[in-house]
């Protein structure tokens, strides 16, 4: 009998860490991001407001038939924001005339009542936004639907997510995505989308962009440091992004002006320091944000700064 119970309750424990087991995986199937669950009685076909004022529908005239990038973002934020949003440029260069083509771009603000199309215009232009990339605003409840159901459930502008959701809105599949992945990765997680890119033949993941790194290879501390945080917005050599471009900032400037504008340039921006301000008013719609870079960080990046533009004076 003491047996028996005993085997009864090995059982149950058995039983329910099987049903918490099922319930578990049952949730992971019903997010929102699987497949066959986004269609139109799900999205919302609010309407929303571009950068050059046009009033579209997020469902009818953004979604629906369409392979789309959807991410938030607001204008006046100085830290990751202008980061993903300089992420989303290089993917819309990596991406080529795909962008606008069959595949769509949508950064939308989560800040309607500042951004308006007026300022999301500038700050499109900051990044060098193309026809298939839209910045786009609306009324505050149109826009917290849209954020909502899209799944951005932030409470304040600051603990926002800083990814986006890649999807297909003829096939119904969408999956969650980094913007902070390499952007060749980002590239093809993109194309993927379109069930016909992936039947091709001999399209081996991976491969079509290998060879897309935005910098070459050169042993240096700072160098995977600048290549993930920085040459989304800056060049060494290769002319201006979003900001300036770097060859020989560390002559150009004073190494102490360099140490602190990188560790704080909101700080530098706020204090009226005179370079500081006249590179802000030269780079309208997006500022050097805050990284949090140390000291270390600040010495490796500079090295590495000093590194390459020597490497470019050489015959
Ligand atoms: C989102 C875009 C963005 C990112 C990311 C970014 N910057 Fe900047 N950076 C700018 C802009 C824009 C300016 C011009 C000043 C301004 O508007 O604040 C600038 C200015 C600078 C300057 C001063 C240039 C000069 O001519 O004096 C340096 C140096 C610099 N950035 C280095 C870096 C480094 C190093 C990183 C990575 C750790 C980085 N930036 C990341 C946008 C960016």
Known sequence: MLHASRFTSQVSRFTICALLLWVFCAALTASPASAGTWGASYIPNVPLVTQDGQTVRLYDDLIKNKIVLI???????????PLVTARMAQLQKALGDHVGRDIFLYSITLDPEHDTPAVLKQHAKAFHAGPGWLFLTGKPEDVATARYKLGERGKGLSDHRNDAM????????????????????????????????????????????????????????????????CASCHSIGQGDLGGPDLQGVTSR?????????????????????????????KFPGVVMPNLGLSETDVGDLLAYLDNRTARLRMP
């Open 71 to 81: 991410n938030f973002i607001y204008a006046s934020c100085k830290e990751v924001c």
């Open 166 to 229: 890649a999807g297909n809105g003829a096939t119904d599949d969408w999956e969650r995505t980094s913007l902070f992945e390499d952007t060749g990765k980002l590239a093809l997680v993109m194309l993927n989308m379109d069930p016909a890119f992936r039947a091709k033949k001999g399209n081996v993941p991976g491969s079509a962009y290998a060879d897309m790194s935005p910098v070459p290879y050169v042993n240096q501390p700072g160098q995977a440091l600048f290549v993930k945080t």
């Open 253 to 281: 400037r004073d190494r102490a002006w360099l140490s602190q504008f990188l560790q704080a340039p909101n700080v530098m921006r706020a204090k009226k320091d005179p370079i500081a301000v006249a590179l802000s008013a």
